[in-house]
């Protein structure tokens, strides 16, 4: 065997092998730094959601943690500030939304996008959340909108 044929020869094992394993070695790369991505994204979402019960908590007259915290009265300056931290919360679940919602998900974002809606589930339950929720929603995307307010419907209809 001459080396011009040695060398014909390992460039057909290179194109055969290595060339389909480096593509391969690629895409689960990818893979792998999208993952990575989403958890990123996931991971601050969860943060920024940490900070916004440290506010409920610091507004704890707000009685905001309470099931029963729309019974109360309250003076303007509080209605105004639950105002506002309705205006946050609803900010933060739109951002989820367009972050991390997907009409087809696969399992790990399916995962990570029902933490997301079990908190949406959770405070859409309270009439005066779905009382704020209505004037809070103008010019936010028309998708999130729509996603949210399904929640309620659901929510208003179960027992």
């Not at 915290?69 to 303007?76: P, Q, R, T, V």
């Not at 009382?131 to 929640?151: A, P, W």
Request: charged fraction near 35%; hydrophobic fraction near 40%.
């Amino acid at each position: 065997m001459t080396l011009l044929e040695l060398l014909e020869m390992l460039s057909y094992i290179v194109t055969i092998v290595a060339l389909p394993l480096a593509i391969l070695t690629f895409v689960l790369e990818q893979r792998k730094e999208r993952q990575n991505e989403e958890e990123e994204i996931y991971q601050r979402l969860s943060d920024e959601y940490r900070e916004f019960l440290k506010l409920v908590l610091d507004n704890s007259d707000l009685h905001l943690l309470r099931r029963d915290g729309a019974g109360h009265e309250f003076n303007d300056d509080q209605k105004e500030r639950r105002h506002a931290i309705f205006g946050i919360l609803v900010a933060l679940f739109e951002r989820a939304y367009l972050l991390v919602y997907e009409p087809k998900m696969d399992k790990q974002t399916r995962r990570m996008w029902q933490s997301w809606e079990d908190y949406m589930r959770e405070w859409v339950r309270r009439p005066d959340f779905r009382d704020s929720l209505t004037m809070h929603l103008e010019g936010e995307d028309e998708e999130f909108t729509h996603y949210i307010s399904e929640l309620v419907s659901e929510e208003e209809k179960a027992p």
